[in-house]
């Protein structure tokens, strides 16, 4: 599947964002991929940010943006979505959105474990 995200940008701290990503399924469906979104801020190495699961009946988030980031997907449309409210400057990062079908559940939070990548989106948070 490949992968395309958008939605990012310039925002002021305690604003929000929404971002997408749409596939291009190539083989299995688009609902057959487990998701999530991944960030890289400058300097750091690629963190977890949430992951949903195929049906989009399950969802996880990271510590760090649990109550405010909300992931959800739309697989008759073949896209996902990561709503973003009550940003911090510290949420400044590229954000990618990743997919695997056969990812297991004890890895969706290791981004080495996916197969396809979108190409990233910047969201840059002011103070």
């Known amino acids: 599947v490949q992968l395309q995200a958008s939605g990012g940008g310039l925002v002021q701290a305690g604003g929000s964002l929404r971002l997408s990503c749409a596939a291009s399924?190539?083989?299995?469906?688009?609902?057959?991929?487990?998701m999530a979104w991944f960030r890289q801020g400058p300097g750091k190495e690629r963190e977890f940010v949430g992951f949903i699961e195929r049906s989009g009946g399950n969802s996880l988030y990271a510590d760090s943006v649990k109550g405010r980031f909300t992931i959800s997907r739309d697989n008759a449309k073949n896209a996902v979505y990561l709503q973003m409210n009550s940003l911090k400057p510290e949420d400044t990062a590229v954000y990618y959105c990743a997919a695997d079908a056969s990812i297991i559940y004890s890895s969706i939070g290791d981004y080495t474990k996916y197969s396809n990548w979108g190409q990233g989106t910047l969201v840059t948070v002011s103070s």
């Open positions: 399924p190539s083989g299995r469906p688009f609902r057959s991929h487990r």
